[in-house]
């Protein structure tokens, strides 16, 4: 009896084990037999619209029928996201990134406007850029200070923001692309005003407007859409960063997928379904961005 009574122990912890185990991320043979991909996405500018379309949602929407399987948009927000798909949280410290805890896998790729950041690259695999971006610094129409004047040289554009900047209030979001963390604003003096209500990106205009602080960063995808729907009432003063560029991210353990993504990817801009959703999401930002949209397909 004692022997039954530990084996059954020991059935019970095995199961119990099983239960709270965080689900593992599938590779593409996985996710074809299971028959569906599972898109990890935030309701952010034309993005992800929280209306079931927008420029990513369409790009994976292809994408799924490209290998065959059906689509399922799965929402969540920027603070979230990587814990979503790898099923662990992610710890920074300066440079250093790890990864803690266990938690449930909620889908396979993230696709919702998600920069390629180093410290990110540390943890996923990310695809081909699917868009570009940069870091703006943000006022209101009503502000002193006056927008820059370009010049050829982004850095010193740059540098010359970021004096404008000086030490005065700037709200920022932490754990996202607006993370002053990410451009070297930490530290400097400036008055950073976490913004924590929310996060959505989407409420940084509104609370600028509503005077919580001098200036606000967004990203240029971002700032297309803001320009118009706050016309009159901002302005972009100058560069933060270099440009950037937007892509699919996946598990380190899904490279076959990230593949099938890239291939997709190619195909979807030779046969011009890719420009068609650049168009329709983005109308004109082929504009802000020459030499990325004229690159080879």
Same mark, same amino acid.
């Given at each position: ?21 965080p689900?593992?991320?599938?590779d ?6 299971r ?26 929407? *292809? =994408? ?8 399922t !948009?799965? #929402? /969540?927000?920027?603070y979230?996201?990587?814990?979503? +798909? ?26 919702? *406007? =998600? ?8 943890? !996923?695999? #990310? /695809? ?7 870091? +703006? ?21 740059i540098?010359?923001?970021?004096a404008?900047?000086g030490?005065?209030?700037?709200l ?14 930490k ?17 940084m ?18 700032a297309?859409?803001?320009l ?51 168009r ?18």
């Open positions: 009896m004692p022997t039954l009574i530990r084996f059954c122990r020991a059935l019970a912890a095995g199961a119990l084990l099983m239960v709270m185990a689900a593992v991320a599938d593409l043979k996985d996710i074809q037999a028959g569906e991909i599972r898109h990890i996405g935030i309701r952010y500018a034309n993005f992800v619209t929280g209306a079931g379309d927008g420029f990513d949602v369409e790009l994976v929407q *292809g =994408f799924a029928r490209h290998i065959g399987v059906k689509y !948009l799965v #929402y /969540s927000d920027f979230n996201v990587i814990r979503d +798909l790898l099923g662990k949280d992610v710890v920074r410290k300066g440079d250093e990134v790890t990864l803690a805890g266990d938690y449930p896998v909620k889908g396979d790729l993230i696709a919702t *406007g =998600f920069t390629i950041l180093p410290w990110r690259e540390k943890v !996923l695999l #990310y /695809s081909e850029p699917t868009f570009p971006s940069q870091v +703006l610094l943000v006022a209101r129409a009503d502000s002193p200070f006056t927008p820059i004047k370009d010049s050829t040289d982004l850095r010193r554009d540098e010359e923001t970021k404008i900047l030490r005065k209030s700037l920022v979001m932490e754990k996202t692309c607006l993370d002053p963390a990410n451009y070297g604003l530290g400097k003096g400036i008055d950073l005003k976490v913004y924590s209500k929310s996060s959505n990106l989407n409420e205009v509104p609370a600028l407007l509503n005077g919580e602080a001098e200036f606000t960063l967004l990203d240029v995808p971002d297309v859409l803001d118009q729907k706050w016309a009159g009432r901002i302005k972009v003063i100058g560069p933060i960063s270099e440009e950037q560029e937007l892509a699919a991210a996946f598990p380190k353990s899904s490279p076959a997928l990230r593949d099938a993504f890239n291939d997709y990817l190619k195909k979807s801009r030779a046969d011009g379904t890719y420009q068609k959703l650049v329709k999401y983005y109308l004109g930002i082929e504009s802000y961005f020459p030499a990325f949209f004229a690159r080879p397909q």
